[in-house]
Nanobody, 118 residues
Framework: QVQLVESGGGLVQAGGSLRLSCAAS????????QAWYRQAPGKQRELIAG???????NYADSVQGRFTISRDNAKNTVYLQMNSLKPEDTAVYYC????????????WGQGTQVTVSS
């Protein structure tokens, strides 16, 4: 099993920045990729950024150029640096980890609220 704990959410004004962290523990060897998802009220959960074990990254169009996903393998932590935040970025942000055995995002954090005021 893998446990994921997010931190770093909060309230910020439009144009501001936040950095989210996701600390992983447990069977780290079973992870081959991690990602950040978000879910706004009344909307489906969406994938916004991913990073492979080799460091390759991908982003949703809505955050490309504003958000950066990175990882510190020594700390088993993945980060999401969010710049130029917009009110439409308001959502609960979830960290996810992909199992190397199923190639599916099997592990999820509890979520952290990000609220961007206009």
């Amino acid at each position: 099993q893998v446990q994921l704990v997010e931190s770093g959410g909060g309230l910020v004004q439009a144009g501001g920045s936040l950095r989210l962290s996701c600390a992983a523990s447990g069977s780290i060897f079973s992870i081959n990729a991690q990602a950040w998802y978000r879910q706004a009220p009344g909307k489906q959960r969406e994938l916004i950024a991913g990073i492979t074990s080799g460091g390759r990254t991908n982003y949703a169009d809505s955050v490309q150029g504003r958000f950066t996903i990175s990882r510190d393998n020594a700390k088993n932590t993945v980060y999401l640096q969010m710049n130029s935040l917009k009110p439409e970025d308001t959502a609960v942000y979830y960290c996810a980890a992909m199992s190397r055995f199923t190639n599916r995002y099997e592990y999820w954090g509890q979520g952290t609220q990000v609220t961007v005021s206009s």
